[in-house]
């Protein structure tokens, strides 16, 4: 079945880059997506990215696809303390829209 | 536009009680999901309807009931409340299939 994974941690300094890495499993992945979530708090689209496409830029954000290796990654430049939080990715896949998440990714941001 | 709400943010309940979760949309989406989040599992698919009179299982719909009777509102239910169930429980809306899903601020259930 579809699965996605993701790493739990990723610990950075303020100013740095960072890395969230996401595999899936599903090739026929239409759309990729990356919330973001503040404790206590929903989750918030970042970005996303369809799948016929390599790397999307938007501001810090950079998403890149790797269709072939069914890898996604997200690279946040100039990471803030602000940044700070988990991290989903998520595929979507069937007609219905319904979305696959990762574990999430703890992003901590050392000053 | 409010977006995506939920009522209630936070509820206790006793195991074998019984509540309704409610989810409203301002933004006349068709479809409209319910997920759960587990510490460590991300969130996973209960339940999602289509449209108006449609709803149809996720990843994880045992115990739980759904209904929407009004585009608008995304109704929840637990029968019969279990500990299991304790999660964080979110509302998800959307267009159509290829549409960013707008999520709710969640609730936070708690069965003792």
């Known amino acids: 079945g579809e699965d996605v994974e993701q790493s739990l941690f990723l610990s950075v300094r303020e100013g740095d880059s960072s890395v969230i890495n996401c595999t899936y499993t599903?090739?026929?992945?239409?759309?990729l997506y990356w919330y973001k979530q503040e404790p206590g708090a929903g989750l918030q689209l970042l970005t996303y990215?369809?799948?016929?496409?390599d790397m999307k830029q938007d501001q810090r954000l950079t998403v890149l696809l790797n269709k072939k290796d069914k890898h996604l990654s997200l690279r946040i430049a100039d990471t803030q303390t602000g940044d700070s939080a988990i991290y989903f990715c998520?595929?979507?896949?069937?007609?219905?829209?319904?979305?696959?998440f990762g574990q999430g990714t703890t992003l901590q941001v050392k000053p | 536009n409010a977006g995506v709400t939920q009522t209630p943010k936070f509820r206790v309940l006793k195991t074998g009680q019984s509540m309704t979760l409610l989810c409203a949309q301002d933004?006349?989406?068709?479809?409209m999901y319910w997920y759960r989040q587990d510490p460590g599992m991300g969130l996973r698919l209960i339940h999602y309807?289509?449209?108006?009179?449609?709803?149809a299982k996720g990843e994880v719909p045992d115990g739980y009931n759904v209904s929407r009777l009004k585009k608008q509102n995304f109704l929840l239910g637990l029968e019969s409340a279990a500990p299991s169930q304790t999660s964080v429980y979110f509302c998800?809306?959307?267009?159509?299939?290829?549409?960013?899903?707008?999520f709710g601020p969640g609730t936070r259930l708690l069965v003792l």
């Open positions: 998800a809306s959307s267009y159509g299939t290829a549409e960013t899903q707008y």
């Open positions: 599903d090739s026929s992945s239409t759309y």
């Open positions: 990215i369809f799948s016929n496409m």
């Open positions: 998520a595929e979507s896949t069937s007609n219905t829209g319904k979305l696959i």
């Open positions: 933004m006349n989406h068709e479809y």
């Open positions: 309807s289509v449209g108006e009179g449609t709803t």
